[in-house]
């Protein structure tokens, strides 16, 4: 005799209303967490040193391409917005915990690169629960792209990864986010002092890098290094020449659209916006007038955005 379905079992809703508290709990699991995420940059941290170090030197990637299912970035972005950022800062202090480590046992700790990069991305063809890694040196620009690139791809149903050297091309069918994009600066702990936040005038405390997005510049990339204690960022209407202003080329940009202040006492920089639109780390600063700025702190290893069009990063010099 044929076993007779339930009410539920028969409009579909079964899964929905008569799951068992095992099989939810089972199911929550497996979303994507930021502890998860976390762990992943940590290990490929790991297998990265394990696999590009020679003789008595450590050798590490610098960028770090982690890509997720598309609907798995989706949820976790909806419920988790920002924590991408926060779980780049956490890695990059464990990266230098583990460095430190092997410096102590006598170990050579050169970096190939003056910053770390964190892309957090989704691709179509990634399954739920799907993760994968492309980890890169970021070489001097005569290095051939190409030769320091892998991939490695942990479909969920086996758990098993794959790794192989794959050419720069494949990065196109990947989906890239500006929420999902972090740079921050290598900085050697053992070098930061009280001496550094003393220095006179003439030398930078820090650094501001743009690319400019307008097409007569074909995206240049602009350093500016911050030798006063007060700048102004202004766009293409300003005049070239003055020490106090970094200039960027673009219509994009007001002029002026940002002053820049560094406090000696609190050893801190401000931030005032006078443009229509300027966005601090993800949180829309109030525009204010030349005469009466209004100021916002300005840690380094932030990013400004002006009129949702050109990013702006600080850095420590």
């Keep these: 005799m ?22 939810r709990q089972k199911e929550a699991a497996a979303l994507l967490t930021p502890e998860e995420v976390y762990r992943f940059v940590l290990q490929k941290f790991e297998e990265s040193i394990k696999a590009l170090s020679f003789a008595d030197r450590i050798v590490f990637y610098h960028e770090y391409i982690i890509c997720f299912n598309e609907e798995d970035y989706k949820d976790f972005m909806a419920n988790r917005a920002g924590l991408f950022g926060l779980i780049a800062h956490e890695a990059v202090k464990e990266f230098y915990e583990v460095l430190e480590r092997h410096r102590n046992a006598g170990k050579n700790v050169v970096p190939s ?8 991305v989704s691709h179509p063809d990634y ?18 792209k190409e030769d320091n690139l892998r991939v490695t791809y942990i479909p969920r149903a086996t758990g098993i990864a794959q790794t192989r050297d794959v050419n720069e091309q494949i990065l196109k069918g990947f989906h890239y986010y500006s929420e999902g994009y972090y740079e921050l600066p290598y900085i050697d702990p053992r070098g930061i002092t009280d001496r550094d936040w003393n220095q006179s005038g003439s030398q930078a405390r820090a650094r501001l890098e743009t690319v400019v997005p307008d097409k007569a510049y074909s995206g240049k990339k602009l350093e500016y ?6 700048i102004i960022v202004s766009g293409s209407e300003a005049k070239e020449g003055s020490k106090a202003v970094f200039r ?3 219509d994009w940009v007001n002029t002026p659209h940002l002053r820049i202040r560094y406090d000696g006492k609190d050893r801190k920089f401000y931030l005032a916006s006078f443009g229509e639109k300027t966005v601090l780390n993800e949180q829309e600063l109030a525009s204010s007038s030349p005469d009466k700025p209004e100021w916002t702190e300005l840690p380094l ?17």
């Design 248 to 250: 960027i080329p673009s």
């Design 225 to 230: 290094l911050i030798t006063e204690d007060d």
């Design 301 to 317: 290893n932030s990013n400004i955005v002006l009129n949702g069009i050109v990013g702006i990063n600080i850095f420590k010099a």
């Design 113 to 120: 690169a003056n910053k770390w990069v964190f892309r957090f």
């Design 2 to 23: 044929a076993e007779q379905k339930s009410f539920w079992q028969r409009v579909g809703l079964q899964d929905w209303f008569l799951k068992d508290p095992a099989a």
């Design 127 to 144: 399954a739920r629960g799907d993760k994968g890694f492309i980890g890169k040196l970021l070489p001097d620009a005569g290095a051939a």
